[in-house]
DNA sequence: TCAACATATAACGATATGGCTATATAGTCA
DNA sequence: TGACTATATAGCCATATCGTTATATGTTGA
C-alpha cells in the first residue's frame, strides 16, 4: 500500500484529481432532466426509443443521443429485437442516488421555506 | 393525497419533469472537478479562501464562484472572521452521494476490465 | 480617512452541451 | 432486390458554463 489511493477502496476523499474528473463526468449523466426522465420511464419497465420519444415529447434523435449517454455509463441496457431497440434500467442503484439527492433537495427548500415562516421562532 | 406527488414522499420516480430539473440542478452542482476537490479539501477541515486558491492552484475569484455554488447548495457553510471568510461542510450527506457514485464508478471499470481479460471466462 | 488585505462581482472568450433538421444505417417484409 | 420502419449519426445553432482579468466591496489597523 502506498500513499496513492488503489483500487476498491474508493473514498471519495482520498481520490487524486484525475480520478475526480471522473466522478464529476459520472454526476454529469445524472445533470439532465431529459435524462432523469428517460430513467424515470424506464423504472416502469423497458421501453424502446419510439415510445420514449412520445411519452417525453421530444425528437427521436434527441433520445438516442441521451440514452447512449445513460447506456455508456452504464445506466441502462439495452435488447434489439427486429429493429426496436428495447431500453431498460441495468444499474438500479442509480435510483439510489436519486433518492439521496431527493432527500437533500427536500430538506434545503424545507429549511428555506422555514426562513420565510416566523423568522426568530425556527422549529416551531 | 391527490395524483401529483406532495411534499415528503420524494421517490425520484414520482416526480413531475418541474421538480426533475430541481433533481438535475442538483447533480449539476457535483458534476465540476473543481467544486469535488473543493469539497474534498473541506473534508480535512474548515479553510479560507486564499488557501483553497494556493491548494487549487487556480485564481481566487474562481475559487469564489465554486464555492457560491456549493454554499447555494447547502453542501457548504460559511463563518466569517474578520475580513477571511472560513468554509466548511455544512452537509456532509455530500461525501454519501460522493461514494455512491465512486461504487458504481468502480464497478463500472471493474466491468470494463473484465472484457478485456479472458473472453468467454466472465466471472473467473 | 486612507492604505492593505481578503473576498466578491462583472465582463469576456473559449468550450461544451442540448435540441433541432437532414441523412445514414440497419432490420423486416414483400 | 426494393419499399418501409426504427434507430443512429452528422451538422448546425443557441445557450450555458468554466476560467480568466479587471474591478468593486468590505474589513482591519494606522
Known amino acids: 500500500m502506498n500513499r496513492k489511493a488503489r483500487s476498491g477502496n474508493g473514498k471519495v476523499e482520498t481520490l487524486q484529481p484525475e480520478a475526480l474528473e471522473l466522478v ?17 420511464q424506464l423504472h416502469e419497465g423497458e421501453k424502446n426509443v419510439s415510445e ?27 435488447r434489439q429485437t427486429g429493429n426496436t431497440v428495447y431500453c431498460f434500467i441495468a444499474d438500479s ?10 432527500t437533500g433537495l427536500e430538506a434545503r427548500l424545507a ?14
Request: hydrophobic share 45%; with cysteine.
Open 93 to 102: 442503484s442509480v435510483f439510489d442516488l436519486c433518492n439521496l439527492v431527493c
Open 52 to 78: 420514449l420519444t412520445a411519452i417525453l415529447q421530444t425528437t427521436q434523435p434527441n433520445v438516442s443521443k441521451h440514452l447512449r449517454l445513460l447506456q455508456d455509463a452504464g445506466f441502462v441496457g439495452r
Open 24 to 40: 464529476a463526468a459520472r454526476f454529469r449523466i445524472l445533470a439532465e432532466p431529459l435524462r432523469l426522465r428517460i430513467l424515470q
Open 111 to 124: 429549511s428555506h421555506a422555514e426562513l420565510l415562516r416566523s423568522p426568530g421562532r425556527r422549529g416551531r
